[in-house]
T-cell receptor, first 114, second 110 residues
């Protein structure tokens, strides 16, 4: 158990809908990262937050957005969902978000878009 | 964008040493290289991290040459429970993008 929690574990929805994935980092960690894992694209970095502020941005679609709240939990919002958005979404956390930090991953949320 | 490559799959027998290499030609100058293990439908699990030369912990060793354009994860005396996918993670030198390798599926046979 990494100490990172993600809810829900599974999510099934329809195309065009909007969903919110939630992540609670390890106690004391200030930085949160979001990744998408699909069969054809592998593990793709989406976005990183540090203490509420966006720090780095990867291959995140404009239909997706994220934020980190004052209590340090983070939410990833996915809108206008398409079939291709079906994937595992992982959240990771690290103490400071610096170059020497280790990212610890949560168990993931499996999103299925029908 | 940085491109990382790894062998797609490897087979080994119990008790053998396994070495998995990741090539990362555009790694950020000051960033670390991290290796993860992943079982089906689970999150990646941290194995080891290093910046240069050699790092060893209780489960693995990591070898990084001076140019840092590759790294090799070494698993001593693998067991059946080491059957998993192994990924390297680096940050590319063009920005702040974290890049996972494509993963190496290790199968440990009895």
């Amino acid at each position: 158990d990494s100490g990172v929690t993600q809810t829900p574990k599974h999510l099934i929805t329809a195309t065009g809908q909007r969903v919110t994935l939630r992540c609670s980092p390890r106690s004391g960690d200030l930085s949160v990262y979001w990744y998408q894992q699909s069969l054809d694209q592998g593990l793709q970095f989406l976005i990183q937050y540090y203490n509420g502020e966006e720090r780095a941005k990867g291959n995140i679609l404009e239909r997706f957005s994220a934020q980190q709240f004052p209590d340090l939990h983070s939410e990833l919002n996915l809108s206008s969902l398409e079939l291709g958005d079906s994937a595992l979404y992982f959240c990771a956390s690290s103490p400071q978000g610096g170059r020497e930090d280790t990212q610890y991953f949560g168990p993931g949320t499996r999103l299925t878009v029908l | 964008l940085a491109k990382t490559t790894q062998p797609i799959s490897m087979d080994s027998y119990e008790g053998q040493e396994v070495n998995i290499t990741c090539s990362h030609n555009n790694i950020a100058t000051n960033d670390y290289i991290t290796w993860y293990q992943q079982f089906p439908s689970q999150g990646p699990r941290f194995i080891i991290q290093g910046y240069k030369t050699k790092v060893t912990n209780e489960v693995a060793s990591l070898f990084i040459p001076a140019d840092r354009k590759s790294s090799t994860l070494s698993l001593p005396r693998v067991s059946l429970s080491d059957t998993a996918v192994y990924y390297c993670l680096v940050r590319d030198n063009y920005g702040q993008n974290f890049v996972f390798g494509p993963g190496t599926r290790l199968s440990v046979l009895p």
